[in-house]
C-alpha cells in the first residue's frame, strides 16, 4: 500500500491495540510509500518505540482529548481511535465521555475548517448476526453502549454531511495478534497468558458465545485503506469465521497443555461476528492469518514474555 500522497495522517488513541498496531503497520512500509508526515495523539506519549526512518517524519502530541482539542497542526487523514480511557467501556461515564470526544472532533473540524478525511471507529457490538436489540425494555450491560455508539454514528455523519469532510465509519470487532496480549479482560488473551503461565484456561461465560477474531495485520490494512480509499462508507472491520469459546479454549489447550476450567453450563451464549463481505470487496481485502495460526504466534510471544521454553 502506498500512503505517499498523505499529506499529513494523525492518529488519535495512538497507545491503544489498534493504534499500536497500525503504527507497527505503517512503519513496515519502504521509505517511498510513507505518508510524508504522521502525527501521534496520545494522553501521555507513545508508549513504544518507533523505526527511525518513520519517527523522523512524526509529531507527538499529549493531549486529554476530553478537553477541547488544541491540536495545531491541518491534518489530510485522520484516523480516530479516541476512547475515554476508563477500564469499564460500557460505564455511564464511558458513553458519555465518547460522546465528548466526538463533539471536540466536529467543533475542531468547525475550527480548522478543514477538509480532512476522517476514519471514526465505531463499535461492532449491536452489528453482529444477533444483535442486542436496544429498543427492548430488557435490561443488558451493554445497552448503553451500544446506543451511545449508534448516537455518535449519527451525528458525526450529520456533520459529516453539513461541514462537508469525508467520513468512514468502521464497525470493529474483536482481533488477534501480538498487541493484543497488553489487553486484559479479553478472552483470547487472558486464555492464552493464562494457560502459558499458570497451566490453566478459566471460562467464565458461555462456552457457547461465538466470537471472530481478525488478526492486527489484517485489521490494519482494512483500516488504512478505508482511511485513503473509501469515504462515506460503514464498514465491518472484523473476521466472518466463526469461534466459539469452547473451541477457543480446547485449541489453547491443545497447543499449549493447559487444563480447562468451565463455571457456566451452556446455554446458547451470543453471537458477536460481522458479515464482513461488502466491506472486503470495497477494500479488495481479504482476511490474512485465521485464529488458529493467531493463537500459534501469541502462544510463542507469551512464552517470551514469561520467558517458558
Not at 497500525?22 to 512503519?27: D, F, H
Not at 453450563?265 to 477494500?283: A, F, M, V, W
Request: aromatic share 10%.
Amino acid at each position: 500500500m502506498d500512503l505517499s500522497h498523505i499529506e499529513n495522517l494523525a492518529i488519535t488513541g495512538a497507545n491503544g491495540f489498534v493504534g499500536r498496531s497500525i503504527v507497527e503497520n505503517i512503519a513496515k512500509f519502504p521509505t517511498e510509500y510513507l505518508p510524508m508526515k504522521l502525527t501521534l495523539v496520545t494522553r501521555g506519549g507513545v508508549n513504544y518505540s518507533i523505526e527511525q526512518r518513520l519517527s523522523e517524519r512524526t509529531k507527538f502530541y499529549s493531549q486529554d482529548l476530553c478537553l477541547p482539542w488544541k491540536l495545531p497542526e491541518e491534518f489530510s487523514h485522520l484516523i480516530n481511535l479516541a476512547a475515554d480511557g476508563t477500564r469499564d467501556p460500557y460505564s455511564d461515564n464511558a458513553c458519555s465521555q465518547f460522546e465528548v470526544i466526538s463533539e471536540n472532533l466536529v467543533r475542531w473540524i468547525e475550527r480548522s475548517n478543514t477538509r480532512v478525511k476522517v476514519f471514526h471507529a465505531s463499535s461492532g457490538a449491536c452489528f453482529g448476526y444477533r444483535p442486542i436489540d436496544t429498543g427492548s425494555n430488557q435490561i443488558h450491560s451493554k445497552k448503553s453502549f451500544i446506543q451511545n455508539r449508534i448516537k455518535v454514528e449519527e451525528s458525526l455523519a450529520k456533520y459529516a454531511e453539513r461541514l462537508e469532510f469525508s467520513l468512514t465509519i468502521g464497525r470493529l470487532f474483536t482481533f488477534s495478534g501480538k498487541n493484543i496480549l497488553k489487553k486484559s479482560k479479553y478472552a483470547l488473551s487472558d486464555f492464552i497468558l493464562s494457560a502459558v503461565k499458570n497451566g490453566l484456561i478459566s471460562v467464565n461465560g458461555d462456552p457457547q458465545t461465538q466470537r471472530s477474531y481478525l488478526h492486527q495485520d489484517s485489521m490494519s490494512e482494512w483500516i488504512l485503506r478505508a482511511t485513503t480509499a473509501v469515504p462515506d462508507s460503514i464498514l465491518q472491520i472484523g473476521s466472518n469465521e466463526a469461534v466459539t469459546i469452547l473451541q477457543l479454549a480446547e485449541y489453547i489447550s491443545q497447543k499449549t497443555g493447559a487444563e480447562v476450567e468451565f463455571y457456566k453450563e451452556p446455554s446458547g451464549g451470543d453471537i458477536y461476528i460481522p458479515d464482513n463481505t461488502d466491506t472486503r470487496i470495497k477494500l479488495g481485502v481479504e482476511e490474512g492469518k485465521n485464529w488458529k495460526e493467531a493463537v500459534l504466534e501469541m502462544i510463542a510471544e507469551a512464552r517470551k514474555i514469561y520467558n517458558v521454553g
